[in-house]
Nanobody, 123 residues
Framework: QVQLVESGGGLVQAGESLRLSCTDS????????MGWFRQTPGKEREFVAG????????SYADSVQARFTISRVNAKNTVYLQMNSLKPEDTAVYYC????????????????WGQGTQATVSS
């Protein structure tokens, strides 16, 4: 069973950094692709970054490319999202998600979700 818990959100100023973490308490973490999505009020949940089960393949939304980095440590059942050079438009609730083996950009393809963590970037 997959149980995801995010942490690391908070309030920062534009240009600063945050690192989000997501830990799975289940036993199959190493066989799941992991993803980060974000959502703001009135908008659909959007793909931010994904990483394959081995960590060998990653993907990013154009809006965060070169600023955000997704990584995972399977021995710790944890996936990270390092967010640098943050902008006010990055303000959102960030969700961690899991699906077998490969990432997908559609939120409909991810069966497991965390509860979300708020990241707020002030100008």
């Amino acid at each position: 069973q997959v149980q995801l818990v995010e942490s690391g959100g908070g309030l920062v100023q534009a240009g600063e950094s945050l690192r989000l973490s997501c830990t799975d308490s289940g036993r199959a973490f190493s066989t799941y692709a992991m993803g980060w999505f974000r959502q703001t009020p009135g908008k659909e949940r959007e793909f931010v970054a994904g990483i394959s089960w081995t960590g060998g393949s990653t993907s990013y939304a154009d809006s965060v490319q070169a600023r955000f980095t997704i990584s995972r440590v399977n021995a710790k059942n944890t996936v990270y999202l390092q967010m640098n050079s943050l902008k006010p438009e990055d303000t959102a609730v960030y969700y961690c998600a899991a699906r077998p083996y490969t990432w997908h950009k559609s939120s409909d393809e991810w069966p497991y979700w965390g509860q979300g963590t708020q990241a707020t970037v002030s100008s």
